[in-house]
C-alpha cells in the first residue's frame, strides 16, 4: 500500500518568509511524528499526534514552529520567519501508536528545507 | 532526562569484517527498536525487541536486548556494502503524557570499504 508522502521534497526560500511542509500519514495510522534532521545528524523530534488527544509539543524548538493535523489524517508543519538554521530535512511519520507495545514508525522520505 | 545514547558514533570497517553497534539508555525499557537509514534516504525499522535477554536475527544481522532492559545491540556478521548506512536504536519515550512516542540515539554512522 502506500506510505507516508511528503511534499514538497524540496523547498528553498528566503530568509524571514514562512513555509508550510505537508504530511500525508499511512491511512489507518492513528499517530503521526515530526522530526529534523541536520546533515549528518540524528533525529530531533518536534511534534507528536495521537488520535484526538492534545499533541506533545515538546520538540518544538520555538514559538516560530506550528503543527496541526485536520481529520487525524493529513499534517502541516508551518515555519514561521524562516532563519537559516531551519535548513534541514524534516521528516513525518506514522504509526498505529500504542497498543501492548509503542509500534514502529513508517517514515516519508522528507521535505529538505534551505534557507537562502 | 531520559537518554539513549549509542556507541560508536562512527565505525569504519573492510568489507567482511564484523560490526557491532551498542544502545544504552538511562530508564528501563518496555522495548527496543531498531531502525537503518541509508545514505540520501529515511530511517527505516528493522525489528522490535520486547523480552529481556531476548535475541533475535535477521540474517547476518544479530539484534540482542539486555537482561535489565536497559541496554542493546546490533551486530552484523560479515559486513557488506549494502550494509551501509546509520542505525539508530529507539525505545519509548518516558513521560506522563500520552504514549506512543519513541526517543531515538544519535545513530552509529557505518561505512564499509570494498
Known amino acids: 500500500g502506500a506510505g507516508v508522502s511528503q511534499s514538497p521534497s524540496n523547498k528553498v526560500t528566503e530568509k524571514g518568509k514562512d513555509v508550510e511542509l505537508r504530511c500525508d500519514p499511512i491511512?489507518?495510522?492513528?499517530?503521526l511524528y515530526w522530526y529534523r534532521q541536520s546533515l549528518g545528524q540524528g533525529l530531533e523530534f518536534l511534534i507528536y499526534?495521537?488520535?484526538?488527544?492534545?499533541?506533545?509539543k515538546s520538540g518544538l524548538p520555538s514559538d516560530r514552529f506550528s503543527a496541526e493535523r485536520t481529520g487525524g489524517s493529513v499534517s502541516t508543519l508551518t515555519i514561521q520567519r524562516t532563519q537559516q538554521e531551519d535548513s534541514a530535512v524534516y521528516l513525518c511519520a506514522s504509526s498505529l501508536g500504542y497498543r501492548d507495545q509503542v509500534e514502529p514508525q513508517h517514515f516519508g522520505d522528507g521535505t529538505r528545507l534551505s534557507i537562502l | 532526562g531520559q537518554q539513549v545514547m549509542q556507541i560508536p558514533q562512527y565505525q569504519h570497517v573492510q568489507e567482511g569484517e564484523d560490526f557491532t553497534t551498542y544502545c544504552n539508555s538511562s530508564?528501563?525499557?518496555?522495548?527496543i527498536q531498531w531502525y537503518k537509514q541509508r545514505p540520501g534516504g529515511h530511517p527505516v525499522f528493522l525489528i522490535q525487541?520486547?523480552?529481556?535477554?531476548e535475541v533475535k536475527k535477521q540474517k547476518r544481522l544479530t539484534f540482542q536486548f539486555g537482561e535489565a532492559k536497559k541496554n542493546s545491540s546490533l551486530h552484523i556478521t560479515a559486513t557488506q556494502t549494502t550494509d551501509v548506512g546509520t542505525y539508530f536504536c529507539?525505545?519509548?519515550?518516558?513521560?506522563?503524557?500520552?504514549?506512543?512516542?519513541?526517543?531515538f540515539g544519535k545513530g552509529t554512522k557505518l561505512s564499509v570499504k570494498p
Open positions: 499526534f495521537q488520535g484526538n488527544s492534545a499533541p506533545d
Open positions: 491511512s489507518g495510522h492513528t499517530a
Open positions: 529507539a525505545g519509548p519515550r518516558d513521560y506522563g503524557g500520552s504514549q506512543g512516542n519513541l526517543i
Open positions: 530508564t528501563t525499557l518496555s522495548n
Open positions: 525487541l520486547v523480552k529481556s535477554g
